[in-house]
């Protein structure tokens, strides 16, 4: 990185098209934190005006799309979540539709997203407002607020994007966005700072563009302000307004407190063919990928030799067997560092065990990313 003539990282200077949005701020008086912020609503919508990208839940901002795409968004990237979106419109294009959707075509249609109890309060909290409010959602933030699954992001998002009712909506990148612009090295995973942040833009919103407001922020973090890499600050409309920026503090902010080391878990995953279907069952109703469908797997891992001694203890007749490579999954708490076999039957083993054949593997039982490379393996990829 290159330094510039205060001993500062140098991000450059902002490029042609962004001088005319740069706010000057009277070096003999710096702006408070609030002035800061109120400062940045005028460049940040103009650059929103001709920046925002075209997205499905933002062409059509009612209700019910953009409080799934907002869930949908707290798990993935912009462009993986737009199938995950258009697939579950198609399906449930109302929130009647989505209170009657059976547990496991939700969890389908969800599959490889991740946090499935996300997908179940949408289901819990569509059910509320069937019976509560007519099958719409909520005109206020506070109502959105006491509904399963939405936390003061979401009920920000939806009441601002859907309602254009004045509140923020602070998500991570918000955050990053935010803490960068004040220089400040609060630990952005504090509750108090989240509030803090929060409390600061409610003041400093524009009350007819509070979507605007919102989702540009919420853009400015994903498009320039970009987390795991240097900020693009050349294009960024907050440049002369950044004090994160002029002290040289971007590399360090946002802070967050170090996590604690997550637990691995070695696994060894079966793939039991039998008559070209592959055994799968159904994970327990609690806990982690709950009542989703995994591959049989046992602790450990395994040799070729115990693999098949313990299918042959549970009653398996075994033609071949094959590895079928490593992989690893990253959970939030736990990893699992998993080895595989595919295993053909000639007589299959006592146990839980459905037999799926390829097609109800894709359309019908939802099995979570952890096993992908495992159903890679199936289908001869890998
Ligand atoms: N990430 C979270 N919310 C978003 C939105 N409304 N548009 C684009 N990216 C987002």
Not at 97 to 109: F, I, M, N
Not at 231 to 245: D, F, I, M, N, Q
Not at 258 to 284: D, H, Q, S
């Amino acid at each position: 990185m290159k330094i510039d003539a205060e001993g500062c990282p140098d991000y450059g200077t902002p490029g042609k098209l962004y001088e005319k949005l740069q706010v000057l701020e009277p070096e003999e008086a710096p702006f408070s934190p609030e002035e800061r912020l109120r400062a940045m609503a005028a460049p940040l919508l103009a650059w929103y005006e001709s920046h925002a990208r075209i997205l499905p839940w933002r062409e059509r901002p009612e209700p019910y799309r953009v409080w799934i795409s907002e869930i949908m968004l707290q798990q993935t990237r912009v462009e993986a979540v737009k199938p995950y979106f258009n697939r579950f419109m198609e399906e449930l294009p109302d929130i009647r539709a989505l209170a009657r959707v059976e547990e496991e075509r939700l969890l389908k249609l969800w599959e490889g997203l991740g946090y499935y109890n996300r997908a179940r309060n949408l289901k819990k909290a569509a059910q509320v407002v069937t019976e509560v409010y007519e099958g719409c959602l909520p005109h206020t933030y506070e109502e959105l607020l006491k509904l399963p699954g939405i936390g003061s992001y979401t009920a920000g998002a939806i009441a601002s994007i859907a309602y254009n009712i004045p509140v923020p909506a602070v998500d991570g990148n918000v955050l990053r966005v935010l803490s960068r612009l004040l220089a400040s090295r609060e630990d952005i995973l504090r509750q108090s700072v989240k509030r803090k942040m929060e409390a600061y833009l409610q003041n400093a919103m524009p009350r007819e563009r509070a979507g605007d407001f919102n989702q540009s922020l919420i853009e400015i973090g994903a498009t320039v302000c970009v987390p795991g890499g240097p900020p693009k600050c050349r294009e960024c409309p907050l440049y002369s307004l950044c004090l994160g920026r002029k002290q040289g503090l971007l590399d360090s902010i946002p802070y967050k407190t170090p996590k604690k080391p997550r637990k691995v878990e070695e696994r060894t995953i079966l793939l039991l063919e039998f008559e070209g279907r592959v055994a799968v069952e159904k994970r327990p109703g609690k806990g982690l990928l709950a009542s989703l469908y995994q591959f049989p797997n046992l602790e450990g891992r395994l040799k070729e030799r115990e693999v098949k001694q313990i299918l042959e203890s549970a009653g398996a007749g075994i033609k071949r067997v094959e590895g079928a490579g490593e992989a690893k999954h990253i959970f939030s708490h736990v990893e699992w560092h998993m080895t595989g076999y595919r295993v053909f039957l000639e007589t299959v083993p006592q146990g839980k065990y459905l037999f799926a054949d390829r097609q109800e593997l894709r359309e019908k039982y939802p099995v979570p990313n952890a096993f992908s490379a495992y159903i890679k393996a199936l289908n001869g990829e890998s």
